[in-house]
């Protein structure tokens, strides 16, 4: 499935303690790599959750293909995935690796699919089912075969590479035309986020647009940066606004 054009002017966030981000101007041509480049606590991974249709943008327009927002972020939701975005995405770490794929595989038969796909064989079904996950498993590079366990692998012994790379595969199990990834380079080794960043250039020379939040870039890397954000003082979170922002990152990851 080819990527989208993702364009932005303007763009903003406004939250109880401010901006979480502003001014945001993009321009990303289908099946890019664009990295979400600032430190920690700057707003870089609101900006790609409100990218993405998960978070609604309160200044300013961007368009994900034909999809306008924050207008028509349910549009945006239905070609888009996310991996790796903490209190969003999160694996459950009793689960083994098969299971996960699983029921990720069911989820997208059953909600992303289409009235007629319901109707067909059981065996054709789960035929699909199959050939998804192993797409999917080849585009993240996860062979599974070369887990402790196979498939059978808990995700609490998978190492945190792989545990990315897992994230990223359930991702691509529905075929999104836009993947955004959070904290692509968190706790990992200079050798492991070369890698990773690898992962992603092939994702999207593979066709899907990939957005890809890091505290800093490769060079060469189309970026777009929320380091501005960081320099403005922000007071200290009340207790309404600190649950304020608890619900919002609930409906999120419920969306």
Do not use: N, Y
Request: charged share 25%; with cysteine.
């Amino acid at each position: 499935m080819s990527g989208v054009r993702i364009t932005a002017q303007g763009f903003g966030l406004k939250g109880p303690r401010g901006p979480a981000f502003r001014g945001v101007g993009i321009d990303a041509e289908p099946g890019s790599l664009l990295a979400i480049e600032g430190p920690s606590g700057s707003g870089r991974t609101s900006l790609l959750l409100a990218l993405t249709g998960r978070m609604k943008a309160t200044e300013g327009t961007a368009t994900v293909g034909t999809a306008r927002l924050p207008k028509q972020m349910a549009a945006v939701r239905r070609i888009s995935a996310l991996a790796h975005v903490t209190g969003v995405t999160d694996l459950d770490p009793a689960l083994t690796v098969g299971e996960h794929l699983r029921e990720r595989a069911l989820l997208q038969r059953r909600f992303g699919g289409s009235v007629l796909d319901l109707l067909r064989p059981r065996a054709e079904r789960a035929t699909e089912a199959e050939r998804r996950i192993d797409t999917a498993l080849t585009a993240a590079g996860l062979d599974r075969e070369v887990l402790p366990k196979g498939a059978r692998t808990a995700v609490r012994d998978l190492e945190r590479i792989e545990a990315l790379r897992l994230s990223v595969a359930l991702a691509l199990v529905g075929r999104p035309r836009l993947l955004g990834v959070d904290d692509t380079d968190l706790k990992l080794s200079a050798a492991e986020r070369a890698e990773v960043w690898g992962l992603l250039r092939s994702i999207a020379e593979a066709g899907t647009t990939v957005l890809a939040v890091c505290a800093q870039a490769p060079e060469g890397t189309a970026t777009v940066s929320t380091r501005a954000q960081e320099e403005a003082p922000a007071s200290a979170p009340t207790q309404d606004e600190t649950e304020e922002e608890a619900d919002a990152l609930a409906e999120t990851g419920r969306a």
